[in-house]
């Protein structure tokens, strides 16, 4: 079974509102990682968070890490139509060497 | 930097036909990753290599695949013989190892579309 699971399946939302994504994972990961994946293309990674940070910033996302609950939000402020993809969450296990991914969070932002 | 490129984008094959898919990394990365898209069963690793060599094949399917690194810049995955359930989205992927965090970023290429009828 995958490691990462993202929650919800599927979120819509007007632009300029908050979109919030969920990611749980079973066992103890070095990294965490989330990816943005439009339409016939490949994924794109948008941001890194490690074991021992709890939160990272980086524009319009802000990441979230919870090691104890082994869980991770991915939050983007301020939709726009152009955030609409499909993200997914990617956990990196201790000498794993590979990135294991969930089965993605479809966003649509409607202008 | 051009990023990873996958050829061809499309591949409409017949069952029983040989499938190659070809990935040209980013210079300089080591880590090379090929992963299958479905509907069905999302995003699988397949294979990856570190410095050309094969690291963990354990997501390869069956033996109908094999993959092949023969230089840092040029990486085959091939199918022989297709069938119609191996239709999916193939994406190549490379990173660069950071010493001990050698889980870096993937940067993904824009996947070859198989189809096999």
């Known amino acids: 079974s995958q490691q990462g699971e993202e929650d919800p399946q599927a979120l819509s939302i007007q632009e300029g509102e908050n979109a919030t994504m969920n990611c749980s994972y079973k066992t103890s990961i070095n990294n965490l990682q989330w990816y943005r994946q439009n339409s016939g293309r490949g994924l794109v990674h948008l941001i890194l968070?490690?074991?021992?940070?709890r939160e990272k910033h980086s524009g319009r996302l802000r990441v979230t890490l919870d090691t104890s609950k082994k869980s991770s939000s991915l939050l983007i402020t301020a939709s726009r139509a152009a955030d609409t993809a499909s993200y997914f969450c990617a956990t990196d296990r201790a000498n794993a060497g590979k990135s294991t991914f969930g089965d993605g969070t479809t966003l649509t932002v409607k202008p | 930097d051009a990023g990873v490129i996958q050829s061809p984008r499309h591949e409409v094959t017949e069952m029983g036909q040989e499938v190659t898919l070809r990935c040209k990394p980013i210079s300089g990365h080591d880590y090379l990753f090929w992963y299958r898209q479905t509907m069905m069963r999302g995003l699988e690793l397949l294979i990856y290599?570190?410095?050309?060599?094969?690291?963990?094949d354990s997501g390869m399917p069956e033996d109908r695949f094999s993959a092949k690194m023969p230089n840092a810049s040029f990486s085959t995955l091939k199918i022989q013989p297709s069938e119609p359930r191996d239709s999916a989205v193939y994406f190549c992927a490379s990173s660069l190892s950071g010493g001990q965090t050698y889980n870096s970023p993937l940067h993904f290429g824009n996947g070859t579309r198989l189809t096999v009828t």
């Open positions: 290599f570190n410095n050309n060599v094969p690291i963990d």
């Open positions: 968070i490690r074991s021992n940070e």
